[in-house]
């Protein structure tokens, strides 16, 4: 996982073309909410390919298969763990609390890790939720 400067990219690791709209909108908001950041970081065990018959496209396969956040975004203080969702719903909370837990055990940092969501549009209970789940809900 290579960390990179925070500033806008023609294209992103993993993002959709509307994913990207909304990151870029974020990056245009706050210009200096991070210092750095990670795209498309691989977690988790990912899937057993190990009976297999080819060693490299088994440990494709098995890479492949791990899951993937969207966006870790580094402060001094703190680690987003960001889960970009057009309109999201419960679903994003889920995924960006899964997500954020996957990173846990994959990072060596003495930094709070926050999971965190970044939409285009607030959804009816999603900020009452996210406040009560302790996720981060950021709009772009």
């Known amino acids: ?64 298969s791990k899951k993937r956040i969207d966006v870790v975004g580094f402060t001094d203080d703190v680690i987003y763990v960001i889960e970009i969702r057009p309109k999201a719903n419960l679903s994003a909370i889920g995924n960006a609390w899964g997500l954020a837990e996957l990173f846990r055990d994959v990072a060596s940092v003495d930094k709070v890790i926050i999971p965190a969501i970044l939409t285009d549009e607030k959804l009816p209970d999603m900020e009452a939720v996210c406040s009560r789940m302790a996720v981060k809900l950021f709009l772009a």
Request: glycine share 4%; aromatic share 14%; charged share 40%.
């Open 1 to 64: 996982m290579e960390k990179i400067p925070y500033e806008k990219l023609l294209r992103y690791p993993h993002l959709s073309p509307h994913e990207k709209e909304i990151w870029d909108r974020f990056i245009e908001k706050n210009p200096k909410f991070f210092t750095e950041v990670i795209y498309d970081a691989r977690v988790g065990e990912g899937r057993d390919y190990s009976d297999y018959p080819e060693d490299k496209i088994r440990e494709d396969l098995e890479h492949l």
